[in-house]
């Protein structure tokens, strides 16, 4: 999003025309005291927001509930000197199901401190995740975010632009399938297919208008969640015009389930760089 403050009233436009119920924004480049709370308590949301300065921020907004928040998950590393933990993950309970709005640090260079920072932030992400599913198989949980990898070679342009650099690498590719494999499916990509399907386009050397994009935003669903999964899309459009956020909305519809007669469609994606 690279900042609510300056795109909050299309963050909130856009809540309006999507009419979803629950959505996770990542890059809020806020402290919470900034973060434009009132323009979607307005609409009827909720609001759960950790932001520690200008840079990282993550919310979640809901209309069906927000219970029990929680700002970081159990061994997410810090950075720094001396190293503490950024905001860039916050948990919520909403209508039943616990969403997660993550933001995965970008590794930078493949040689930077940073590239292992962010190895070490999916594996945390990851045992956190299989604990909870240890813990309760039928939990419905949500990962929902920038996750600054591409899984797959047709989620860039060109693989060849690549080479060298991060996002791309074995390392990153198999920390991403480690959380996939420690329970949590891939919900959007079965009802949107590559190749050509992205989520992200640089801001830069036109890369919008060349098809030239990434997809690293996720929604990552534990068994239960996914199993309710009935309709996911890439909502480009919203990637045009004046303001827009580099990444566009991904979005997940559900049937209803033991806590939520109608369906309900989570957000995710909102941000990222």
Not at 35 to 45: S, V
Not at 206 to 225: E, Q, T, W
Request: proline share 6%.
């Amino acid at each position: 999003m690279n900042s609510v403050r300056a795109r909050g009233e299309r963050i909130a436009a856009w809540l309006q025309r999507s009419d979803v119920d629950v959505a996770a924004v990542q890059e809020t480049k806020c402290r919470d005291d900034q973060f434009p709370t009132e323009l979607f308590t307005d609409l009827g949301y909720e609001v759960a927001h950790h932001g520690l300065s200008q840079w990282n921020g993550v919310a979640v907004l809901s209309r069906v509930g927000l219970t029990d928040v929680q700002f970081g998950f159990p061994g997410q590393p810090g950075w720094g000197e001396p190293e503490a933990p950024e905001a860039r993950a916050l948990g919520a309970t909403c209508g039943g199901v616990r969403v997660w709005s993550l933001y995965v640090p970008n590794g930078r260079e493949i040689d930077d401190p940073h590239y292992s920072y962010k190895l070490r932030w999916l594996e945390a992400l990851r045992a956190y995740g299989a604990e909870c599913l240890d813990e309760d198989p039928r939990a419905q949980m949500a990962l929902c975010g920038d996750f600054n990898v591409a899984p797959q070679d047709d989620d860039v342009w060109d693989m060849a632009e690549f080479e060298g650099k991060t996002h791309v690498t074995k390392p990153e590719r198999d920390a991403f399938t480690s959380v996939v494999d420690a329970g949590f499916a891939e919900v959007v990509r079965p009802f949107a297919p590559g190749p050509g399907v992205y989520t992200y386009w640089d801001y830069k050397q036109l890369s919008f208008p060349k098809r030239k994009g990434m997809r690293i935003d996720f929604v990552l669903a534990s068994p239960a969640l996914a199993s309710r999964v009935s309709g996911a899309m890439v909502d480009r459009e919203e990637r045009k015009g004046k303001g827009a956020s580099d990444h566009a909305p991904v979005m997940v519809d559900l049937d209803g389930g033991a806590d939520q007669e109608s369906a309900a469609a989570d957000a995710a994606g909102l941000g990222g760089a």
